[in-house]
């Protein structure tokens, strides 16, 4: 339990965004992937997620890791099937905002999600790092609390608005990590998470990653940083996080591109070059191919409802 406690204490958990959005049409969604982890309350209705369409009821939540691509339902499994791009493009078709608090949680067929980063070290992503499916939390009082203090007082003018914020969004992200412990679920990914946390010379490789996503991230200069052979970096990298080196390094990349996407006025042409891409149609190319969308709708998707 100590290890885990060491885990917490270095994560970093960081409000993204949160919506409340009522179901206008039911749709099935083939393959729904974003790159932040996603919470998703059902206030009233249902929701279906995974290859096996398993159900979320009223009152129970469903936890998507960032990275993790599912199958995911709104409303009647009978409902409209569309694709991830489908879905971006035409949110407003599909969802309509609730933003009047003393409404959430009781307008029917209605759904909140909260989006939030959680980054051990400051670096490494904590619940894709585990790489574990989405799964249903149930039964859980206190996370259902804390999750609908935090989308209803977004729309207030209280003091200390930002500070509940910050704090529910931390907490939940620890109600998460308890969840999955107290539930015995992912035991095997969580022992190894747990181990590979303590290499000082895997955290080095990380935050040069971090720091270096448009410079020289070759195996040989992993190898340098980590003070391991070159032939060997790569299998040393893989045996503790169960990837290859440049696999996530790509992914650190993208991710950097949705950031900047979402948050910044950079061009797509600048971001490709920020993010380690000297050919920008070779970065349209493999966004597209890891979101289902082009990095142009990825920037437009925050004008949209959800």
Same mark, same amino acid.
Do not use: H, W
């Given at each position: 339990m100590?290890?885990?406690?060491?885990?917490?204490? =270095?994560?970093?958990?960081?409000?993204?965004?949160?919506?409340? &959005?009522k179901? &206008?049409?039911p749709?099935?969604?083939?393959?729904?992937?974003?790159?932040?982890?996603?919470?998703?309350?059902?206030?009233?209705g249902?929701?279906?997620?995974?290859?096996?369409?398993?159900?979320?009821?009223?009152?129970?939540?469903?936890?998507?890791?960032?990275?993790?691509?599912?199958p995911i339902?709104?409303?009647?499994? @009978?409902?409209?099937?569309?694709?991830?791009?489908?879905?971006?493009?035409?949110?407003?078709?599909?969802?309509?905002?609730?933003?009047?608090?003393?409404?959430?949680?009781?307008?029917?067929?209605?759904?909140?999600y909260?989006?939030?980063?959680?980054?051990?070290f400051?670096?490494?992503?904590?619940?894709?790092s585990?790489?574990?499916?989405?799964?249903k939390?149930?039964? $859980?009082?206190?996370?259902?609390?804390?999750?609908?203090?935090?989308?209803k007082i977004?729309f207030?003018?209280?003091?200390?608005?930002?500070?509940?914020?910050?704090?529910?969004?931390?907490?939940?992200g620890?109600e998460?990590?308890?969840?999955?412990?107290?539930?015995?679920?992912?035991?095997?990914?969580?022992?190894? @998470?747990?181990?590979?946390?303590?290499?000082?010379r895997?955290?080095?490789?990380?935050?040069?990653?971090?720091? @270096?996503? @448009?410079?020289?991230? $070759?195996?040989?200069?992993?190898?340098?940083?980590?003070?391991?052979?070159?032939?060997y970096?790569?299998q040393?990298?893989?045996?503790?996080?169960?990837?290859?080196?440049?696999?996530?390094?790509?992914y650190q990349?993208?991710?950097?591109?949705?950031?900047?996407?979402?948050?910044?006025k =950079?061009?797509?042409?600048?971001?490709?070059?920020?993010?380690g891409?000297k050919?920008?149609?070779?970065?349209?190319?493999r966004?597209?191919?890891?979101?289902?969308?082009?990095?142009?709708?990825?920037r437009r998707?925050?004008?949209v409802?959800?």
């Amino acid at each position: 339990m100590e290890d885990y406690n060491k885990i917490i204490e =270095s994560l970093g958990i960081k409000f993204i965004k949160s919506k409340n &959005l009522k179901i &206008l049409t039911p749709m099935f969604i083939t393959n729904f992937y974003d790159v932040e982890n996603r919470i998703i309350l059902v206030n009233k209705g249902n929701i279906f997620f995974g290859i096996d369409q398993a159900p979320i009821s009223e009152g129970e939540m469903l936890f998507i890791p960032g990275g993790k691509l599912t199958p995911i339902t709104y409303g009647d499994k @009978n409902g409209v099937k569309i694709t991830n791009e489908e879905y971006v493009t035409n949110k407003n078709k599909y969802f309509a905002s609730i933003k009047d608090p003393k409404l959430i949680g009781t307008v029917p067929n209605s759904v909140s999600y909260v989006t939030f980063d959680a980054k051990v070290f400051d670096t490494v992503n904590f619940f894709s790092s585990l790489d574990i499916p989405p799964f249903k939390i149930s039964q $859980s009082k206190t996370m259902q609390e804390l999750f609908l203090e935090l989308v209803k007082i977004q729309f207030t003018d209280e003091p200390g608005r930002e500070r509940i914020i910050k704090l529910n969004t931390e907490r939940i992200g620890v109600e998460i990590i308890r969840y999955i412990i107290n539930n015995g679920l992912f035991v095997e990914q969580l022992a190894t @998470n747990v181990t590979y946390f303590k290499d000082p010379r895997l955290i080095d490789i990380f935050s040069y990653i971090k720091d @270096n996503l @448009n410079g020289d991230l $070759s195996n040989q200069q992993l190898a340098n940083i980590a003070n391991v052979s070159e032939d060997y970096v790569g299998q040393y990298f893989k045996m503790l996080t169960g990837i290859n080196p440049q696999d996530y390094i790509e992914y650190q990349r993208m991710e950097s591109a949705v950031n900047m996407l979402r948050t910044s006025k =950079s061009s797509v042409r600048e971001i490709a070059k920020i993010t380690g891409y000297k050919d920008t149609a070779y970065f349209c190319r493999r966004f597209k191919m890891m979101f289902g969308i082009p990095a142009g709708k990825m920037r437009r998707r925050e004008t949209v409802v959800g």
